[in-house]
């Protein structure tokens, strides 16, 4: 089981570029969510599927950002434009059930200049 | 609604005495609480978890929590500290069977030597 996989590990981007992430989740979770962490507002939760359907997107920050998952073993999310107040971690988790806890991957480090 | 306060932002122990990571939750409904490790540029690493079973629950790396209803505590305890143990630590809640998890704001573990 390699967990759940997330690219690029870093990203550096020039402020109104667009930025596309990318999350595997491990085989069988039929749940999946992004997150968000920075200092000053810790983690939040932005956007998570159930079966490949959005459920819950109330988190999502502003139009710029968008998430979709076409099928089950990935999912994107693509801000555009990105600004620079979008530099954080972005984790992607999975999980086959809440009583379960979720598997988080190792995240993306996303720095906008 | 659901939520977690982790009552301390910063704990620091010197190696080999105990920890406590204390954390209090609030929900309408039976919770299922979590407790999750972030070490440094690493993601989130399941701990250990309650869903109803036994109060006292035994999690990896020596650590073990215990739900007291009476209290809406899920304090966070390892008899004797590593260096190893020097991370941030996430309480989690969740109504059962429903993906809405509210994250604590972390606490951080320094772990003196």
């Known amino acids: 089981d390699a967990g759940v996989i997330q690219s690029p590990r870093h990203e550096v981007t020039e402020m109104g570029q667009e930025v596309t992430l990318r999350c595997k989740p491990i085989?069988?979770?039929?749940?999946l969510f992004w997150y968000r962490q920075t200092m000053m507002r810790g983690l939040e939760l932005l956007i998570y599927?159930?079966?490949?359907?959005?459920?819950?997107d109330s988190g999502m920050p502003e139009d710029r950002f968008s998430a979709k998952m076409p099928n089950a073993s990935f999912s994107t999310l693509k801000i555009q434009p990105s600004e620079p107040r979008d530099s954080a971690v972005y984790f992607c988790?999975?999980?086959?059930?809440?009583?379960?806890?979720?598997?988080f991957g190792s995240g993306t480090r996303l720095t906008v200049v | 609604a659901q939520s977690v306060t982790q009552l301390d932002s910063h704990v620091s122990v010197s190696e080999g005495t105990p920890v406590l990571l204390r954390c209090n939750y609030s929900s309408s409904y039976s919770p299922s609480l979590f407790w999750y490790v972030q070490h440094p540029n690493k993601g989130l690493q399941l701990l250990l978890k309650y869903t109803s079973a036994a109060t006292l629950v035994k999690g990896i790396n020596g650590f073990e929590a215990e739900f007291k209803k009476s209290e809406t505590s899920f304090h966070l305890t390892k008899p004797s500290a590593h260096m190893s143990d020097a991370a941030e630590y996430f309480c989690v809640v969740s109504k059962r069977n429903n993906n809405d998890m509210r994250f604590g704001a972390g606490t951080r573990l320094t772990v003196k030597p």
């Open positions: 988790a999975s999980t086959p059930g809440t009583v379960r806890g979720y598997t």
């Open positions: 599927f159930n079966n490949n359907v959005p459920i819950d």
């Open positions: 085989s069988g979770h039929n749940s």
